[in-house]
């Protein structure tokens, strides 16, 4: 189901809102220090392309901005520890400055919710008496916070509440925790008085745990849906959060001290950054226009100038990746950005010299924006991915044609930006198609030709929060097992086929293997020395090999897959996940259920990947 609409107006936060609650915070700090420990939750089966480099070597934004706005709100005590290179890391024997943190919060995607749900159980290790506040928060609480209270199927092992939005959420759940929490009590003590005083109903963004006196969960209630902040510029900056980062280690511990900043670009050479949010296309395979509740959120041009200057300063970073839904959104707002880019300096040079970065767009506004992509390289964009799907768009229409993709492609390589295509792969589409430009292969080749020097291929699954979910699985078109084996949350990065009707779905699978090693292969890493398809010195053969290295894991963890799938049987969901606890909505946010439209009535496929 898609997050639901708040009503007409009131989608977005007062101006200010976030700022005022910083300052209150700051008040409350100075006398109620707390230390906080926030784990990203990282499963590292779901190492494969597309993003083998990228997901060990980028500090993911989500964490970094909830470290960033403890820190400004004045919680010094706070550190950041990743799995992406903590694996060992075990909250029940974590301790900061010697003693046991007030709050543990973790952050997780849907695909790394057994990681989420394994720090979770570990953290109830701890004696109850001392064990933190537990929050999650993060992609997978957006969509199924109730999945979090369920780390054991007892029933009371689980996290005590679940932000479903962004900062603002936490912040305000913090300020009225502080307020309540007695001199000697703990931040846990004060949450229950604060949920069973229903004084957390009134913070739109959670879900909390309601227990018996033994402990059991009794009902989770919903505190409605988030409002946004709508701008960008009221965020704490980045830098803050790259402050807090726990140095890799095997250990299970922390660390007395965090990544000293001048290592910080050693270990995450890319920063991910949040320019803008929100896109005005509408496809219903995607959740990510009814997440931003159809608003286009962004950040100012000189913000995100400062930003860029502040992170290449302080830390050496000189590679970003945009956090944006579609750079492109809007003309103004993307002329505002990039035109001030354009203009800056950092160290005297102009900022494309000293920073490179990427970020998403579509096809159809790259081509509304072609007489303004000179800029765009001046801004210092070297890269941009873009949602081809499928060319043709037999399966997925959202404007893009053979001639408009190869179009737009060839307009980014003659200015020296890379285009990255992100495709699907559908139960319809064969591999090869003679004569069209319907197969996959055919389509890998086209983009090559246009310039494209990656690629990404993912398969129809049906993405949470999407319109069409529900239907994916009403219609018996999700598999539940496969030959014996169940599929898994990490299995739903699109990396697998867990969701078709083709009679002989191990074809699939094994054209997606086929388009990689097509795409990715020695020889043509040879070729892109020789004549290489980017005008970014080595950029096609470095990511030839990269690419080379993503194939042999993709296929080492996907082929066990594809022959369970010839194998069968293959059993199928007939329902959602949904909650086995009881959930109560707040008396003014019953829900309305979103039109769950047929996955294959309308024929589209669904994909978490945009
Ligand atoms: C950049 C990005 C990537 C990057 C980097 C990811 C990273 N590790 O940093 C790359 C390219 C590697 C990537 C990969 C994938 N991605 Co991605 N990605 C994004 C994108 C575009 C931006 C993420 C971001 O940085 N946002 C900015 C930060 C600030 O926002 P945030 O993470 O949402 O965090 C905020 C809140 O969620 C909340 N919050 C977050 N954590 C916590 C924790 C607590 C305790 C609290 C209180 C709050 C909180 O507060 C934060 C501040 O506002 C999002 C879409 C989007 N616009 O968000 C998709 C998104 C996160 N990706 C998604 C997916 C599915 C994938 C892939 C599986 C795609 C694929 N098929 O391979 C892979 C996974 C790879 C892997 N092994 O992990 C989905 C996740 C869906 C889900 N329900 O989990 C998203 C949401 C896109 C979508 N479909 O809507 N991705
Ligand atoms: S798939 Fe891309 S273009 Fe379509 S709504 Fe989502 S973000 Fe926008």
Same mark, same amino acid.
């Given at each position: ?74 919680? =010094? ?40 749900? =394994? ?81 957390? =109903? ?30 960008? =510029? ?377």
């Amino acid at each position: 189901m898609e997050v639901q609409r708040r009503g007409r107006g009131d989608e977005l936060l007062k101006p200010g809102a976030l700022l005022d609650v910083r300052a209150r915070l700051r008040r409350l700090a100075a006398s109620n220090p707390i230390k906080t420990v926030i784990a990203c939750a990282f499963d590292h089966r779901t190492r494969m392309l597309p993003f083998i480099y990228a997901d060990l070597r980028m500090a993911p934004a989500g964490v970094r901005a909830i470290g960033a706005a403890m820190l400004d709100s004045g919680f =010094d005590q706070t550190r950041i520890v990743l799995q992406q290179w903590n694996r060992n890391f075990r909250p029940s024997q974590m301790r900061l400055n010697g003693v046991l943190p007030d709050l543990f919060m973790v952050s997780s995607m849907q695909i790394h919710t057994a990681a989420c749900k =394994d720090l979770i159980r570990d953290a109830w290790r701890i004696e109850p008496s001392a064990r933190p506040l537990i929050i999650a928060g993060g992609a997978k609480t957006v969509y199924e916070p109730w999945d979090v209270f369920r780390a054991d199927d007892d029933g009371v092992v689980g996290a005590d509440v679940a932000v479903t939005g962004e900062e603002f959420v936490l912040l305000s759940l913090l300020e009225v925790l502080l307020s309540l929490r007695g001199r000697d009590g703990t931040l846990r003590e004060a949450f229950v008085r604060a949920a069973n005083s229903g004084l957390l =109903d009134s913070i739109p963004g959670l879900m909390y745990a309601r227990r018996s006196p033994d402990g059991r969960i009794e009902e989770l209630v919903d505190t409605g849906v988030q409002r946004l902040v709508g701008d960008l =510029d009221e965020l704490p900056f980045p830098t803050l959060g790259f402050r807090l980062l726990e140095p890799p280690s095997r250990g299970a511990t922390l660390s007395s001290r965090p990544l000293p900043a001048d290592q910080v670009s050693r270990y995450s050479p890319i920063a991910s950054l949040v320019l803008t949010f929100g896109c005005k296309f509408n496809c219903p395979y995607c959740p990510i226009p009814a997440y931003n509740q159809r608003q286009h959120r962004v950040k100012s041009g000189a913000r995100v100038a400062e930003e860029f200057r502040r992170l290449h300063d302080e830390f050496g970073i000189r590679y970003f990746f945009g956090a944006d839904d579609n750079f492109f959104n809007e003309k103004t707002r993307t002329l505002d950005i990039v035109e001030t880019l354009a203009r800056t300096e950092i160290s005297g040079q102009p900022l494309r010299k000293r920073v490179r970065w990427g970020t998403e767009v579509t096809v159809h506004d790259t081509l509304q924006l072609r007489e303004h992509l000179p800029a765009v390289r001046a801004a210092g964009v070297r890269a941009l991915w873009l949602g081809v799907e499928d060319m043709t768009a037999t399966f997925v229409k959202k404007g893009q044609s053979v001639d408009k993709t190869s179009e737009a492609f060839q307009l980014l390589s003659r200015h020296g930006i890379c285009p990255m295509p992100m495709m699907m792969h559908h139960d319809s589409q064969p591999l090869y198609s003679r004569g069209t430009a319907y197969g996959l292969l055919n389509q890998a080749r086209l983009l090559r030709k246009a310039g494209a020097i990656s690629l990404q291929v993912l398969m129809m699954t049906p993405a949470t929060g999407s319109k069409l979910y529900e239907g994916a699985f009403t219609s018996g078109l999700a598999y539940d097992s496969v030959a014996g084996r169940t599929v898994e949350q990490y299995m739903l990065d699109a990396n697998y086929v867990v969701a078709s009707e083709h009679p002989h779905p191990w074809r699939k699978q094994l054209n997606i293997m086929a388009v990689y090693l097509y795409f990715y292969n020695p020889l043509r890493f040879l070729w892109a020395l020789v004549r290489p398809k980017s005008k970014l010195y080595l950029a096609d053969a470095g990511m030839q090999l990269l690419g080379m290295y993503g194939v042999t894991q993709t296929i080492r963890r996907t082929i066990g897959w594809a022959f369970r799938l010839m194998r069968g049987p293959i059993t199928r969901k007939s329902r959602p996940p949904e909650s086995p606890l009881s959930i109560r909505k707040r008396a003014d946010q019953a829900a309305t259920p979103a039109g769950a439209a047929s996955f294959v009535q309308l024929g589209m496929p669904a994909t978490p990947e945009h």
